[in-house]
């Protein structure tokens, strides 16, 4: 008993209240969104049988488009969740050392946990806006390192991590831990704001890089349960094939077939999104600049989330203990900062979710939480 570590993150697929506001993702898509008017015509046919353990090859050559890699390279996941435990399980034995990063999505750390990897941390802090320091890295590397897990863009903070920096990574993991691999998991890489440039995938850094991602973020389809591994590897991959056979045997043909249509439109979808994303991104800057006598943050290089503080000169610990307990009858809900590891006063602000007029009234009804939490402190 006891496998995966319990984390309050869990609530955010529970109720939702009226201001959603602790959510990393965009609006869902409908089934109308991806096959038009008329899904019986389309669906009517679909043999509901097996899947192959590998993945549709149709589907495996529209991911390998977006990042660069042969559909070979690709391995099909019941979400990107999927992949994060795959990759733990098949590349760390109990007592291998894995090497992390935080605040980090806290499932992927639990992941780590329950194959029984020893976890080596690097803190990373809000008043370097989370950018990662290689040397910090080369502390924690040893000939018993056999993963080295990071996000990015990371998730709460949605900063990237530098192309150079990862680059630097690579290198000073062949000289210290040379059987060791790089994960980086690059489910927000294409939520792009506006017109803003999308960073390629960093999985062409060398052989030892694995990518994963999935449709529930960037493309608005989590309930489709549809994510990927990239690996390079051939060994590593075809281990990975053999361990999602013997946990899931195949993805859903349905689910991989959905995946398809998301992907053939991945163009119109993403545009849609991306400028939804630009204009929310604005909204909360000003909220942000408004209201800096209470808050700061951390701006985001991509996604639907960034990190916010509580000052520490306006808001004690009692005090950011209240902030919490006042949000709920309030209808708001934020993502607590320690659920990722991070401290208290730190919160993710997910700003993707709803449409600007409802973010405008949900960070509106917020900051009247700070300037009353303000005076009580």
């Known amino acids: 008993m006891g496998k995966f570590s319990s984390n309050e993150i869990i609530s955010l697929i529970g109720p939702t209240p009226r201001y959603d506001l602790g959510e990393s ?10 096959l038009g008017s008329d899904p019986e015509a389309s669906l009517g046919d679909l043999a509901l049988g097996y899947g192959t353990a590998q993945g549709d090859p149709r589907l495996r050559a529209l991911i390998a488009d977006a990042h660069g890699v042969s559909a070979d390279d690709v391995v099909v996941t019941v979400g990107g969740m999927h992949a994060l435990f795959l990759i733990a399980f098949v590349v760390c034995d109990p007592g291998d050392e894995a090497v992390v990063a935080s605040p980090m999505f806290p499932l992927a750390r639990n992941a780590l ?4 990897a020893t976890i080596r941390t690097v803190p990373l802090s809000f008043d370097r806006g989370y950018q990662l ?14 993963l080295v897990s990071l996000a990015s863009p990371q998730n709460p903070s949605g900063v990237a991590t ?23 998991d690059e489910t927000y890489r294409e939520a792009a704001y506006g017109d803003d440039p999308v960073e390629p995938s960093a999985v062409d850094l060398g052989p030892r890089v694995i990518s994963c991602a999935s449709l529930s973020k960037c493309h608005g389809a ?30 859903s043909p349905l689910d991989e077939t959905l995946a398809m249509r998301v992907l053939e439109r991945r163009d119109h979808i993403l545009g849609d999104r991306r400028r939804r994303l630009g204009k929310n991104l604005a909204l909360t800057a000003d909220w942000v600049r408004d209201n800096d006598a209470f ?6 290089d991509a996604g639907a989330l960034c990190c916010v503080r509580l000052k520490p000169a306006v808001f004690d610990d009692g005090a950011v203990d209240s902030f919490y307990e006042t949000l709920a009858p309030e209808g708001i809900r934020v993502a607590n900062g320690r659920w990722f590891g991070d401290e208290a006063r730190v919160f993710r602000l997910g700003f993707g979710l709803p449409p600007a007029a409802e973010l405008e009234a949900a960070v ?6 700070l300037r009353r939490m303000s005076r009580n402190a």
């Not at 808050?295 to 985001?300: A, I, L, N, T």
Request: charged share 25%; aromatic share 6%.
């Open 162 to 184: 530098p192309r150079a920096i990862l680059r630097d990574l690579v290198a000073l993991m062949a000289e210290r831990c040379p059987d060791a691999y790089l994960l980086l």
């Open 25 to 34: 993702v965009g609006p869902d898509l409908s089934l109308n969104d991806v």
């Open 133 to 146: 320091d290689v040397a910090d890295f080369g502390q924690r590397l040893s000939e018993r390192t056999r």
């Open 222 to 251: 989590p309930g489709l349960r549809l994510g990927w591994a990239i690996a390079r590897d051939p060994r590593l991959r075809e281990q990975l094939v053999v361990a999602k056979f013997n946990t899931v045997v195949s993805c």
């Open 364 to 369: 509106t009804r917020l900051a009247a939480v």
């Open 295 to 300: 808050v700061e943050w951390v701006r985001p």
């Open 113 to 116: 946990q329950a194959v029984g």
